[in-house]
T-cell receptor, first 114, second 119 residues
Framework: DAKTTQPPSMDCAEGRAANLPCNHSTISGNEYVYWYRQIHSQGPQYIIHGLKNNETNEMASLIITEDRKSSTLILPHATLRDTAVYYCIVRVATRNSGNTPLVFGKGTRLSVIA | GAVVSQHPSRVICKSGTSVKIECRSL??????MFWYRQFPKQSLMLMAT?????????EQGVEKDKFLINHASLTLSTLTVTSAHPEDSSFYIC???????????????FGQGTRLTVV
């Protein structure tokens, strides 16, 4: 799976949009971009994933550049409960991908400030 | 989304004793589950892959005789930390994917984690 690079930490004011970047310049054509987050002392939580089109769900939006070498996770109205470590993971999606684990990097520690 | 339940959420044990951690997929079947360990201020590190009905696959550096994994059913995997020592104190997390044969790009679901403290 391709390697990802994320800033180690970011701050965001409560109520503002949080934009978390991720570089994955070695991504290949069959690799998806996944985002998870981990709130302190909890297991990771799935947020969103995409291949090349922008995606949106009730939690966040995922913007993937046209060359797919980078992406941005957007939390439109950050709250204090969004304070967490956010992980960007790139992985191949195959029929056997259910049998392969997620590999976590260091992620971005997002602090939402009142 | 699918639910993975992990128990206990917190355990304190004496050095030299063994501790069992359970990981259950509550509303789906998981032929494969994964066990991670996380030390303070570090990322999750994969320990082993648990396969239903067969032996687990351990990552390099993880002692299979110390971290016993049993995956006896499609909804339960257990991790037993044997002869625990203070350096085994960590946050242990299990994961499973609601994997239906032939589906691709499915997301993984994680248990809430188990905080093990060995004193």
């Amino acid at each position: 799976d391709a390697k990802t690079t994320q800033p180690p930490s970011m701050d965001c004011a409560e109520g503002r949009a949080a934009n978390l970047p991720c570089n994955h310049s070695t991504i290949s054509g069959n690799e998806y971009v996944y985002w998870y987050r981990q709130i302190h002392s909890q297991g990771p939580q799935y947020i969103i994933h995409g291949l090349k089109n922008n995606e949106t769900n009730e939690m966040a939006s995922l913007i993937i550049t046209e060359d797919r070498k980078s992406s941005t996770l957007i939390l439109p109205h950050a709250t204090l409960r969004d304070t967490a470590v956010y992980y960007c993971i790139v992985r191949v999606a195959t029929r056997n991908s259910g049998n392969t684990p997620l590999v976590f990097g260091k992620g971005t520690r997002l602090s939402v400030i009142a | 989304g699918a639910v993975v339940s992990q128990h206990p959420s917190r355990v304190i044990c004496k050095s030299g004793t063994s501790v069992k951690i359970e990981c259950r997929s509550l509303d789906f079947q998981a032929t494969t589950m994964f066990w991670y360990r996380q030390f303070p201020k570090q990322s999750l590190m994969l320990m082993a892959t648990s396969n239903e009905g067969s032996k687990a696959t351990y990552e390099q550096g993880v002692e299979k005789d110390k971290f016993l994994i049993n995956h006896a059913s499609l909804t339960l995997s257990t991790l037993t930390v044997t002869s625990a020592h203070p350096e085994d104190s960590s946050f242990y997390i299990c994961s499973a994917r609601d994997y239906m044969g032939g589906r691709m790009n499915t997301e993984a679901f994680f248990g809430q984690g188990t905080r093990l403290t060995v004193v």
